[in-house]
């Protein structure tokens, strides 16, 4: 099971690599271990787990029910609180890159690419799911 999960979790951080290369046309490293992305690799992770856990335990077991309420937990997090927040320290740093630029004042940037859209939460469920599906069998 973990290492379904961590293989649907790095297949996702690779895939983040690529598909900002095929978008932007430039290689961005950071985009291979940072947050944030297509796909989510928070949300591949906890669904090749609860995958794994319902193909080996049922998905009618309690231990299924657990790892399907994590999961959910964490893509609502990854989509919804995450992602605002995101949005919060994208509207701060224009607002400091306004308000101080060209002044002395050192301010430090906060990192903005921490959420995901529900597309790209879906796509690493969808993701994570098939991985497990995959090695599991």
Not at 54 to 72: E, K, P, R
């Amino acid at each position: 099971m973990l290492v379904s999960s961590i293989a649907a979790w790095f297949i996702a951080q690779v895939l983040k690599g690529v598909y900002y290369f095929a978008r932007h046309r430039k290689v961005d490293f950071k985009r291979f271990t940072g947050p944030g992305g297509m796909p989510s690799s928070h949300s591949a992770f906890v669904s090749s787990l609860a995958v794994a856990v319902g193909i080996s335990s049922g998905f009618d077991s309690t231990i299924f029910a657990l790892a399907l309420g994590f999961a959910i937990i964490v893509m609502y997090d990854a989509s919804g609180i995450r992602h605002a927040a995101g949005k919060q320290a994208a509207v701060l740093n224009k607002i400091v890159d306004e308000l101080f630029h060209g002044g002395r004042i050192r301010e430090d940037r906060l990192r903005e690419l921490l959420g995901h859209t529900p597309v790209e939460v879906f796509a690493g469920a969808a993701l994570g799911a098939a991985v497990s599906m995959i090695l599991m069998r």
